[in-house]
Nanobody, 117 residues
Framework: QVQLVESGGGLVQAGGSLRLSCAAS????????RGWYRQAPGKQRELVAR???????NYADSVKGRFTISRDNAKNTVYLQMNSLKPEDTAVYSC???????????WGQGTQVTVSS
């Protein structure tokens, strides 16, 4: 099994920045790609950013140019640097790790990000 622990959420004013962290432990060899998802009240969960084991990244159109996903393999940690935050970025952000053996993968507990206008 894999355990994911997130940190770094909070309250920030529009235009501000936050950095989320997601540390993995356990059966690290099972992890393939890592990602950040978010879910706002009344909306479906959506992919924000994803990074493969090889370092390839992809982003939701709404965050391109503002958010950056990165990984520190030595620390088994993935980061999401969020700049120029907007009120519409307010959501619970959850870390995901894809299992090399297939779905469902692993999820962190989620961290609240609130952007005030």
């Amino acid at each position: 099994q894999v355990q994911l622990v997130e940190s770094g959420g909070g309250l920030v004013q529009a235009g501000g920045s936050l950095r989320l962290s997601c540390a993995a432990s356990g059966s690290i060899f099972r992890i393939e790609a890592r990602g950040w998802y978010r879910q706002a009240p009344g909306k479906q969960r959506e992919l924000v950013a994803r990074i493969t084991s090889g370092g390839s990244t992809n982003y939701a159109d709404s965050v391109k140019g503002r958010f950056t996903i990165s990984r520190d393999n030595a620390k088994n940690t993935v980061y999401l640097q969020m700049n120029s935050l907007k009120p519409e970025d307010t959501a619970v952000y959850s870390c995901n790790a894809e299992d090399v053996f297939g779905p469902p993968g692993y999820w962190g507990q989620g961290t609240q990000v609130t952007v005030s206008s």
